[in-house]
């Protein structure tokens, strides 16, 4: 059996980053099982539908690298897939088990239904629910008469569909990461399976669609684990096999302390989508351009920052999150997404919630920027680069990519790193001066200076060979002077060593050093 496997999101908002996770399962999994990774827009809840989502999941999953195969804007034998645009073949499927007596039509209002509840409620039943027990007490084709029920239906009283669920059956499966999973019919609700405004709800659609769609693996966040007891149920009356079943475990807050809310980013400072989504409960705005060129902040707008827009390389997010709740067993962590597929193995995610650490994603950020090309980097760099400040040349730009290249956790802080390798700075830490500075030695500095600005080579050892022999004719130590050069230059002691510095800076940076130093000496 070939392998299908899809990732079903509801266009409710933005894409969880805990769907993301779920969306590259799926795909890994497809690939190293050459099989297909369908997407599957689930838009039955017309209540719950935000405009924008849609566009929103397949920007993020384009941006991420992991696209579907067959589903929504791939065409296909028959995409798109957009459940509000299978309405009919529920309905037929839903007919089907009515004639079958595995499902029946429910007349109940909902002043009947708070009544139920209210009465199960007094009589001490602590989860009251519309089940094999108070059925037959209900308004439905199966209490009613058939000649009454049908007389309801022509008559175009309104009406659900739901599923009859018979009490005292063991629902068991064996689930690829949970293992054996059993459930007890007699917990479970008669489950509505067409709604009254005509749409099916997410367990008749759901199952439906795998059914028809070949799912060979549903591979989903462990929330939906309960719902499978229906959905087996549903497969078991309509006669049909179930797809193999594998629940993610839920992505943890980072202190472990409950699931991962989209409120958390907030809370944490961190983003939980991958791209930039508007805050709906506070602002009436549409949602921000998804465009690649716009990539930047929503300056100004109450909303969520994205992983994109936070700074995280798709290939470092994906690789950050395929450790989220599974690793190879080895040594191993920094993975191409091919590399992924290779060793992907559904068999090893992990049962446990998975804590999310934004410091590990970075990490992998920085681990994949130093594998990246000067060149990738590059043109990644432009749009963050002011032109008026970065009108340099091209090979001074590749000299400042790799001497930043190791040290950055993400591409965007290279202008700001690496400022005063273009400009001044205007700021210097007066403390780190005030320590290494002794006016004793400022005459010896001076005249080592003027030396170092007759040396006409830059290049970062060789200035250093020639710097430190200089150094020793003066009588001065490396420890008097260098700490001082390297405030003189970027003004703080952090960053690349002096020499690397000079090597960018040219014959700028001597001359730079010598204005910078007095300048510095003036506010001790
Ligand atoms: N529509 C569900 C969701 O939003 C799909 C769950 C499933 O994969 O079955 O996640």
């Known amino acids: 059996m070939s392998v299908r496997v899809r990732f079903a999101p509801s266009p409710t908002g933005a894409l969880h980053i805990g769907g993301v996770r779920t969306a590259l399962y799926n795909y890994l999994f497809a690939k190293k099982n050459a099989g297909k990774f369908i997407l599957r827009i689930e838009d039955t809840d017309q209540g719950r539908f935000v405009k924008g989502a849609e566009d929103y999941i397949l920007q993020a999953l384009k941006w991420c690298g992991i696209e579907p195969e067959e589903g929504v804007g791939y065409g296909g034998e028959c995409g798109p897939y957009r459940q509000s645009e299978r309405k009919l073949l529920y309905h037929e499927q839903a007919l089907e088990l009515i004639k079958t007596g595995k499902a029946y039509y429910a ?150 302390k409950g699931k991962l809310s989209k409120r958390d980013g907030a809370t944490f400072g961190f983003p939980v989508f991958p791209l930039s989504w508007p805050d709906q409960e506070q602002s009436e705005s549409s949602p921000i351009s998804l465009k690649e060129s716009e990539a930047k902040p929503p300056v100004g707008q109450p909303g969520f920052e994205g992983f994109r827009e936070y700074g995280l390389e798709p290939e470092a997010l994906l690789n950050f999150l395929a450790f989220l709740g599974w690793n190879p067993g080895t040594d191993q962590e920094i993975f191409s997404l091919e590399e992924l597929v290779g060793a992907f193995d559904l068999s090893k995610v992990h049962k446990g919630g998975a804590r999310f650490d934004i410091e590990k994603a970075k990490w992998f950020n920085q681990q994949y920027i130093r594998k990246m090309s000067v060149a990738q980097i590059k043109a990644r760099l432009l749009p963050y680069l002011k032109a008026d400040i970065w009108s340099i040349s091209a090979s001074k730009l590749d000299q400042i990519i790799s001497l930043y290249q190791d040290r950055v956790h993400f591409i965007k802080d290279f202008p700001e790193q690496a400022a005063y390798l273009v400009q001044t700075p205007d700021a210097f830490d007066k403390e780190a001066f005030k320590k290494h500075w002794k006016p004793e030695l400022q005459e010896k500095i001076a005249a080592f200076n003027e030396d170092l600005s007759k040396i006409d080579s830059f290049e970062a050892l060789a200035f250093e060979i020639e710097a430190k022999d200089l150094l020793s004719k003066h009588g001065l130590k490396p420890g008097e002077v260098f700490p001082l050069f390297r405030l003189a230059l970027c003004g703080s002691l952090q960053g690349p060593t002096v020499f690397q510095m000079v090597e960018v800076l040219g014959k700028e940076g001597v001359s730079r050093i010598k204005s910078q130093l007095s300048h510095m000496a003036s506010f001790v």
């Open 107 to 256: 007349f109940d209002t909902e002043a009947e239904l708070e009544a139920m509840r209210a009465r199960l409620s007094d009589a001490g039943v602590p989860a009251p629910k519309y089940d094999a027990s108070v059925r037959m007490t209900m308004n439905n084709s199966l209490s009613l008469s058939q000649e009454e029920a049908n007389q309801r239906l022509t008559q175009g009283m309104p009406y659900v569909i739901r599923l009859r669920v018979d009490p005292g059956l063991q629902v068991s499966f064996k689930d690829i990461v949970r293992d054996e999973v059993s459930f007890d019919s007699s917990e479970l609700d008669d489950k509505v399976l067409i709604k009254g405004d005509g749409m099916p709800t997410y367990h008749m659609a759901n199952v439906i669609d795998d059914h028809f769609m070949r799912i060979s693996h549903v591979i989903r966040g462990e929330e939906w684990l309960s719902s499978t007891a229906h959905h087996l149920l549903l497969y078991a009356a309509f006669g049909w096999d179930h797809p193999q079943f594998a629940h993610l475990p839920l992505l943890m807050k980072p202190d472990g």
